[in-house]
């Protein structure tokens, strides 16, 4: 695999916007740790009761709670492996098509491996 046709100022400004977006979601990621545990303190202090939660509105909230979370941890996966790219200097190719990504799409989708014409199935 060649290297990506990205320049030093373009590989240093991804790599700033996806440390700012890295921050952002590992802080979110932790607000939404921090809250499902307050769902998990706040239903200890009540008995079960069926009948006065029969949407079962606490366990949806719990679920949605953790599939925030779990989708902010994919995507901060997602740019830590683009960051090692760019250390790496291999980020900035299409993994199927292996053709350059331009510089827009880098900085728009952070740590997207694809290039438009493939993201989009074509």
């Given at each position: 695999m060649s290297s990506a046709p990205l320049s030093d100022v373009e590989r240093a400004e991804l790599r700033a916007l996806m440390s700012t977006e890295r921050a952002r979601l590992v802080a979110q990621s932790?607000?939404?740790?921090?809250?499902?545990d307050e769902l998990v303190a706040a239903a200890d202090l009540e008995p079960p009761d069926?009948?006065?939660d029969p949407d079962g509105t606490t366990a949806y909230e719990r679920a949605q709670v953790?599939?925030?979370r779990e989708?902010?941890?994919?995507?901060v996966a997602s740019i830590d492996a683009a960051l090692a790219a760019i250390d790496a200097g291999t980020y900035g190719r299409c993994a199927v098509c292996d053709r350059p990504i331009g510089f827009e799409r880098l900085a728009a989708v952070?740590?997207?491996g694809l290039c438009i014409t493939c993201a989009a199935g074509r």
């Open positions: 932790t607000a939404l740790r921090e809250t499902f069926d009948e006065h953790t599939s925030m989708a902010f941890e994919r995507e952070l740590g997207t």
